[in-house]
């Protein structure tokens, strides 16, 4: 899953939902200018199917979202 970032934002996911669905890593590519993406990496777990929910949030005030996305993560068996 890749997302664009704004400069003093960052994409996170939720810890709880990143142990559901195997959260494997986080990976930032800087971009043009100040902008980049974030990659994540999952590691299926558990069959089943589990909604995600992405936040950007401020770089230091992670209270302060900007937007969310949310998917929906279905591992088969």
Excluded: H
Aim: proline share 9%; charged share 25%.
């Amino acid at each position: 899953m890749r997302l664009q970032e704004q400069p003093g934002f960052t994409w996170a996911i939720e810890p709880t939902v990143a142990k559901r669905v195997g959260l494997r890593e986080a990976r930032y590519e800087p971009g043009e200018g100040n902008a980049g993406t974030r990659e994540f990496f999952f590691t299926p777990r558990n069959p089943g199917t589990t909604e995600c929910e992405f936040f950007l949030a401020k770089a230091f005030t992670p209270g302060i979202v900007d937007r969310s996305f949310k998917i929906n993560v279905t591992v088969k068996p």
